[in-house]
């Protein structure tokens, strides 16, 4: 029953903003709404930040503030959605990431 709550919720949440899963292939300059988690901090240096995503996509931040560049490191594999324009297709898929949208935050009592 759970999990088909669960997944009402998720097809709820599709419907609601219009979106779908789908493969492809991205092309340069396009934008797209990346759904994953930072695998890996490269650079967490204010107004540069650099993180991996999925293990395999290399993400430029413009993040000026200290604070944020550390709730960001706390946040770090947890799903999240990036928002993000592929800057290059060479050696792995680069892209500057302009908005990340983490959900909320799980709490467990033990």
Known sequence: MENENNNNKEQNFFDKFGLEVAAGEVQLGQTYPIYGMITK???????????????????????PDQ???ELLK???????IFVSTVTSKDNGVCVDCSTVVFGKRQQYSA
């Not at 996509?57 to 993040?63: G, L, P, S, V």
């Not at 706390?74 to 999240?80: D, I, T, V």
């Open 41 to 63: 901090m490269i650079d967490d240096t204010p107004g540069q930040v650099i993180v991996e995503i999925n293990f395999n996509i290399r993400a430029n931040m413009a993040i």
């Open 67 to 69: 604070d944020k560049v």
């Open 74 to 80: 706390s946040r770090a594999f947890e799903p999240g």
